[in-house]
């Protein structure tokens, strides 16, 4: 079965830092790009980063750029999202997400999700 | 950014009605467009991708259509399990945006 399971949430003060991990099991990790996407409570979804299947090219979203870094451990079928400088606007629920594309336009979409870990920032 | 307006932002329907949600982006995407759905407390879930290809496993109730600005989500006969959010979602640039959401409630 298909699965991504995040982790490291939790109460962190404005200006301080977190990880985050995601683990993926059931298909060839190295093959896809992957991604993460928040919603804050109540509202709607926000993209945050994603990374390509090779961890080389990273992309974020303008409001976590140069806060955020995405990486990817192919070893450990693992990616994660170093929060550091978080504001209390980040305080949302971060999705892990697999990308996929398919024939004939090759677009991305997302086609497999986690359950969520919550991040709150707060003093 | 591409911005995606989705319409209405919540509507009521009953069971076994049509439902047409709707997503307008803000400059042509060609078909780089994807739908999910969202429950109460759940990950959202993939259920059209490339504008009009059902995802593996969704039913042949939910469709989709367009291309460029605009384009529809149809749910053919609303199902009870079918009362969720639904989201747009444009993949054309790497600034990858989501609509705003459209609730789906129960009349």
């Known amino acids: 079965e298909v699965q991504l399971l995040e982790s490291g949430g939790g109460l962190v003060q404005p200006g301080g830092s977190l990880r985050l991990s995601c683990a993926a099991s059931?298909?060839?990790?190295?093959?896809?790009?992957m991604g993460w996407v928040r919603q804050t409570p109540g509202k709607g979804l926000e993209w945050v980063s994603a990374i390509s299947f090779n961890g080389v090219s990273p992309y974020y979203a303008d409001s976590v750029r140069g806060r955020f870094t995405i990486s990817r451990d192919t070893s450990k079928n693992t990616l994660y999202l170093q929060m550091n400088s978080l504001r209390d606007e980040d305080t949302a629920v971060y999705y892990c997400?697999?990308?996929?594309?398919?024939?004939?336009?090759?677009?991305?979409?997302?086609?497999?999700w986690g359950k969520g870990t919550t991040v709150t920032v707060s003093s | 950014a591409i911005q995606l307006t989705q319409s209405p932002s919540s509507l009521s329907a009953s069971v076994g009605d049509r439902v047409t949600i709707t997503c307008r982006a803000s400059?042509?995407?060609?078909?780089?467009l994807a739908w999910y759905q969202q429950n109460p407390g759940k990950s959202p879930k993939l259920l059209i991708y490339d504008a009009s290809s059902l995802a593996s496993g969704v039913p042949s109730r939910f469709s989709g259509s367009g291309s460029g600005t605009d384009f529809t989500l149809t749910i053919s006969s609303l199902q009870p399990e079918d009362f969720a959010t639904y989201y747009c979602q444009q993949f054309y640039t790497y600034a990858l945006t989501f609509g705003g959401g459209t609730k789906v409630e129960i009349k």
């Open positions: 997400a697999k990308l996929s594309t398919s024939s004939p336009y090759y677009y991305y979409y997302m086609d497999v």
């Open positions: 059931g298909f060839t990790f190295s093959s896809y790009d």
């Open positions: 400059q042509g995407i060609n078909s780089a």
